[in-house]
């Protein structure tokens, strides 16, 4: 008996406890059990309290079950509904698909060869299209493109046949731009100046390759349908030829059209000019050209004394007066200075005359002689330099995109071009000017040769004499 009650306790216990979840505001506002009669009670109270619940929510369903019932009937019955509808739906596409293939069959026997031809309509119309937006032609007669673009888009997404006016136009924009090919006119229009302003000029068009106006070369824009100027204009003899163009009453002349509609001109125009390749050379060009441009001075310098040394040298050869206004005059002088010298004194002395007058004739040669040797190696700085930035932009950007090189590797070459571009001329320079000045040195050392020997003939005469 004892093991049951202890037994029946440790039920009561677990009962207790699932209680208390399933209740638990109830179980938190009531006292601790201190006995078992007190928690047998609380027990009954539970049930009790469950009871009720459950038969308040039964009653609740029922009530309801009336309504459930009803909407589940109304959901059916609007399935139903739906289902035949879609049967009947189904039934009519597939009635409309056998009429649709029976009508476009009959559409393809009456069309027979027309069929045929309304595609090639609208390939032309297509191809043509495209033509006339990029034709400068267009620029005088706007609007052809927009029509065929119109026609080609209906006849592709739907089944409507070209009207024979359509069919017409069609023949006659094509003849047109034939025939506007051949003709070289004039009419006037808005067009955008390079500084971003719209006037209305009169424009020149030739054939379909060029449009001009005020001696400059023009360009069509077929997106937006403007005429605007070249903001780059290709090279002076292109523009001399639109001034003939332009005032030339029908007459033959000379002009300069792309024939691949602006293909070639864009490109042309594209090309720097001698100033950007100049800034293109960097710091290193333009050192490059300062030391090229002291150079050339120094060798025209040079070459005009030189010059007019060399005529003096020669008027004092047919002169017997010696004058000092040239290196022969003030040599020959020295002789006059020292008449009673022997001759090995008169020797040291024109060789002393002679020496003082090479620098004067050799001022400068150095100089371009230098510049001749060190122009070529700036140029190879500047090679270097250019290098070292193409693989710099090559290492942050990668090789995707060849212009990011195109810098570095313009300053290379171009840097190597003006290093020999002031080397070239500073070197033939040089080698001229230094024959015309040893020239000049062959004359004096030739004369003073003369002269010692003179002057040992006579010292002879005089020994013989006595």
């Known amino acids: 008996m004892k093991h049951l009650f202890q037994s029946w306790v440790s039920k009561a216990a677990v009962v207790t406890i699932i209680g208390a979840f399933a209740f638990a505001g109830q179980a938190q506002q009531n006292e601790r059990a201190l006995d078992l009669d007190a928690l047998l009670k609380q027990l009954e109270e539970g049930k009790f309290s469950q009871s009720q619940q459950n038969q308040a929510r039964e009653q609740d369903f029922i009530s309801q079950r009336s309504e459930q019932d009803r909407i589940l009937r109304e959901t059916i019955a609007r399935r139903d509904a739906l289902l035949r509808t879609s049967e009947q739906l189904e039934t009519n596409f597939e009635e409309n698909e056998f009429k649709l293939a029976d009508l476009n069959g009959a559409l393809d026997n009456r069309l027979g060869s027309l069929k045929e031809l309304f595609g090639v309509l609208q390939q032309v119309a297509g191809d043509t299209k495209n033509k006339f937006y990029n034709s400068v032609i267009s620029a005088q007669i706007p609007d052809r493109a927009t029509f065929l673009d119109k026609m080609a888009q209906s006849m592709g997404s739907s089944s409507k046949l070209a009207s024979i006016e359509e069919i017409e136009r069609v023949w006659f924009e094509v003849q047109r731009e034939m025939t506007e090919s051949g003709k070289v006119t004039k009419f006037n229009t808005q067009v955008v100046e390079a500084g971003g302003q719209k006037v209305t000029k009169e424009v020149t068009r030739v054939g379909p390759f060029a449009l001009v106006a005020d001696g400059k070369y023009l360009e069509f824009n077929g997106v937006t349908g403007t005429v605007s100027e070249l903001v780059r204009q290709p090279a002076d003899r292109f523009l001399n030829s639109i001034s003939a163009l332009e005032a030339s009453n029908g007459d033959l002349v000379r002009f300069g059209l792309d024939p691949t509609g602006g293909s070639i001109l864009g490109l042309l125009v594209q090309a720097p000019s001698l100033q950007e390749r100049v800034e293109q050379g960097g710091l290193v060009g333009y050192i490059i050209l300062v030391v090229g441009a002291i150079g050339l001075l ?48 008169l020797e040291l002395h024109l060789t002393e005359a002679i020496l003082g007058e090479v620098p004067k004739l050799s001022r400068f040669l150095t100089i371009i002689k230098i510049i001749s040797v060190v122009a070529p190696l700036m140029g190879l700085l500047g090679t270097v330099t250019g290098m070292i930035n193409t693989f710099q932009a090559i290492t942050l950007f990668g090789t995707g995109d060849p212009k990011l090189m195109a810098g570095g590797i313009s300053q290379a070459l171009v840097t190597t071009v003006l290093g020999l571009v002031v080397a070239i001329p500073m070197t033939l320079l040089y080698a001229v000017l230094n024959t015309r000045s040893k020239n000049i040195v062959y004359i004096l050392q030739e004369q003073a040769s003369g002269v010692i020997a003179e002057r040992a003939e006579l010292q002879t005469q005089a020994s013989n004499a006595k």
């Open 298 to 345: 120094l060798a025209i310098e040079r070459l005009i004394s030189l010059s007019i040394i060399r005529a003096k040298v020669n008027s004092q050869l047919k002169n017997p007066s010696f004058k000092n206004n040239n290196p022969l005059g003030r040599i020959m002088l020295v002789r006059d200075k020292y008449p009673h010298a022997d001759t090995e004194s």
